[in-house]
C-alpha cells in the first residue's frame, strides 16, 4: 500500500469515526494484540516442542485443495502397501499366501 492511499484510508476513518473513537479502537487493538501474544507465550511454554513437531507434521498431510486431496486418494500410502494379501495377488505373486473364501 503507497502512503497516499494510507493516508486517505486514515483520513476518510478520521471524518467517519472521529479521533477520539479512533484512537480508543487503536487502543483496543494494541491490548488485543498483547493478550494474544501472551496467550501464545503461555501456550507455547506448557505444550513440549515434541507434540508441536508432531501436530505440525499431521497438519501438513491435511489436503489444502481438492487437487492435492485428489492426489492423495490416487497416490497409495505405506500403509496401503503393506495390506494383506488377496486372492488377485495370489494370481500375481504365487508366493503370496491367500485366505480361502468362504462358500455360501
Known amino acids: 500500500m503507497h502512503i497516499w492511499e494510507l493516508l486517505i484510508v486514515i483520513g476518510v476513518a ?7 473513537t479512533l484512537q480508543s479502537l487503536a487502543r483496543n487493538a494494541g491490548k ?16 513440549p516442542a515434541d507434540d508441536i513437531t508432531k501436530l505440525r507434521e499431521t ?3 491435511v489436503p489444502t485443495s481438492p487437487a ?3 492426489q492423495m486418494l490416487m497416490t497409495p500410502d505405506e500403509k496401503k502397501e503393506k495390506a494383506p494379501a488377496t486372492r488377485t495377488d495370489a494370481a500375481v505373486n504365487p508366493e503370496a499366501k491367500t485366505v480361502p473364501a468362504k462358500e455360501n
Open 14 to 20: 478520521l471524518a467517519i469515526f472521529g479521533p477520539k
Open 68 to 70: 492435492h486431496a485428489a
Open 59 to 61: 497438519l501438513n498431510k
Open 32 to 47: 488485543t494484540t498483547g493478550e494474544v501474544k501472551n496467550a501464545k507465550d503461555k501456550f507455547m511454554s506448557h505444550v
